[in-house]
């Protein structure tokens, strides 16, 4: 039961490049999604989210797209930075990032950046 | 920076054995939480716990699995009778109020059953 699927599980990119990482879900009843950023050793930390009546979010290098028809959406990040090498989960919510206490998480893409 | 902490960072135990895992989530917030990434899968959430009492809880949360706040800071996931399969990495969180992009986590506690 995977409403939240990474279907990369790792992703090597060259500095000052554009990252870019891919989420996908089944359940037409998500209507709020965000990406964490987990380190080693470490929890997982909030970056960026979006709403449903949204198709785009950015904040600073970080840029999330919802694509509701598709039930996908995406990370850019640009330029890349060594510093951004982590595990990102796309997570997803349905009660619109405060009416449910509950996320679902993707297994995540482990993303490399290459100096 | 305020941060969860969690307790200890590493538990083994024998299967059948019961464990306890320690969290102090930050010292303002009003909303815990239990999650856990058994390895290679995804993070999956257990419980939300808010006015001493459990708000929502996954399948997951059987009747093997407790939560309590015992005092003013501390926040327990008890497992009354560990199975192989609970091992995982068990994440505590916490928010100030019910918007998820302010949930922070803990490091997490590796725990393995033997």
């Known amino acids: 039961d995977q409403q939240v699927k990474q279907n990369s599980p790792s992703l090597s990119v060259q500095e000052g490049r554009i990252s870019i990482l891919n989420c996908d879900y089944t359940n037409s009843m998500f209507d709020y999604f965000l990406w964490y950023k987990k380190y080693p050793a470490e929890g997982p930390t909030f970056l960026i989210s979006?709403?449903?009546?949204?198709d785009k979010n950015e904040d600073g290098r970080f840029t999330v797209f919802l694509n509701k028809s598709a039930k996908h959406l995406s990370l850019h990040i640009v330029p890349s930075q060594p510093g951004d090498s982590a595990v990102y989960f796309c997570a997803a919510s349905d009660g619109s990032g405060a009416g449910s206490y509950q996320l679902t998480f993707g297994k995540g893409t482990k993303l490399s950046v290459i100096p | 920076e305020p941060e969860v902490t969690q307790t200890p960072s590493h538990q083994v135990t024998q299967m059948g054995q019961e464990v306890i895992l320690r969290c102090v989530p930050i010292s303002n917030h009003l909303y815990f939480y239990w999650y856990r990434q058994i390895l290679g899968q995804k993070v999956e959430f257990l419980v939300s716990?808010?006015?001493?009492?459990?708000?929502?809880k996954s399948e997951i949360f059987d009747d093997q699995f407790s939560v309590e706040r015992p005092d003013g800071s501390n926040f327990t996931l008890k497992i009354r009778s560990t199975k192989l399969e609970d091992s995982a990495m068990y994440f505590c969180?916490?928010?100030?109020?019910?918007?998820?992009?302010?949930?922070?986590f803990g490091s997490g506690t590796q725990l393995s059953v033997l």
């Open positions: 716990f808010y006015n001493n009492e459990i708000s929502e």
């Open positions: 979006i709403s449903s009546i949204k």
């Open positions: 969180a916490s928010s100030a109020g019910r918007i998820l992009e302010k949930l922070f």
